[in-house]
Each structure stands twice: as C-alpha cells, then as structure tokens.
C-alpha cells in the first residue's frame, strides 16, 4: 500500500479501540468510513438519545454539547495520527490534544443525528499535529475548528 492510498474498507469498532485509549462512555468515534494516510479521515459518530450527556443537556430539549463535538473532531485526528505514524495506542504513545482555533458551532446537534467527521492534516512537525476538521449532518457543517494535538509517551 503506498502512502497516499486511500483505504475504502475504513475501520471498525474494534479496530478504532486499537488506536484509542477512550472507552464508554467517552469513546466517541463508531466508525472510520476512509482514510489517507498522512492526509485525511472521514469518521462517523451516532447521536442517540441514550448519550449521558443529554440527562442534564438539556432536559426536555436535548442537544449534543459542543464540546463533545470538538471532542469527537480531536479523536478522528488521534486515529489519523496513529495510522499515519504506523503505531497504536498499547504502542506506548498518546495524541493529546493540546489546543483549538476558529470553533464555529453552526446549528444544533440532537439525537438520531449522525456526525460525519472529516479531518486533514495541515502541518507536523517533532510530535504536534495541526489539523482542519468539520463536523457535518446530513451533508451541513454543524462544526469547524483547527485543532492541535501532541504527541507523548503513554
């Protein structure tokens, strides 16, 4: 596979939680659709109603905080990290992310709703990632931001 191949089959699951450290109830990537490595990743995150944040956000009007959406944009690019470098999160090594610009919240994200993440890398350099990500449902960006993560020893 050359570097720049772009792998259609995308990652499972269980393939995600090889490359991320998070688990229940702060795993918030389902699925990766496609990647190319060292360039971008498209991730999927189902909304549902059984999320724990919507017990006190809010009652009567659920909607998905934003801060967990630039949580779920920062873990697609620690998957992005991960694949690119050739390395997995029992490997030792963490992406930390260390920073954000530009967050732009455009509408509201509620249960049933299905985040389409898409990342790419800007710039790396010795251990930190510049990223461009969105969010998007039903083909409308709900949220934009550059993030920035570090990389560290487990």
């Not at 944009?73 to 490997?91: E, I, P, R, S, Y």
Request: hydrophobic share 40%.
């Amino acid at each position: 596979m050359s570097e720049h191949e772009e792998q259609t089959g995308g990652l499972s699951i269980q393939e995600i939680l090889d490359y991320l450290p998070h688990r229940y109830p702060f795993l918030l990537i389902d699925r990766v659709e496609s990647y190319r490595l060292g360039e971008t990743l498209t991730a999927i995150k189902n909304v549902t109603v059984n999320e724990p944040c919507f017990t006190g956000h809010f009652p009567g009007r659920p909607i998905f905080p934003g801060v967990l959406i630039l949580e779920a944009m920062a873990q697609a690019t620690g998957v992005l990290a991960f694949l690119t470098t050739g390395h997995k999160a029992d490997d030792k090594s963490l992406y930390l992310f260390v920073g954000v610009d530009d967050a732009r919240f455009r509408k509201p994200v509620t249960p049933g709703d299905q985040l389409r993440i898409v990342v790419e890398i800007l710039n790396h350099k010795r251990g930190i990632w510049k990223f461009q990500a969105r969010a998007e449902v039903d083909g409308e960006i709900v949220c934009s931001a550059h993030l920035m993560s570090a990389q560290r020893p487990a």
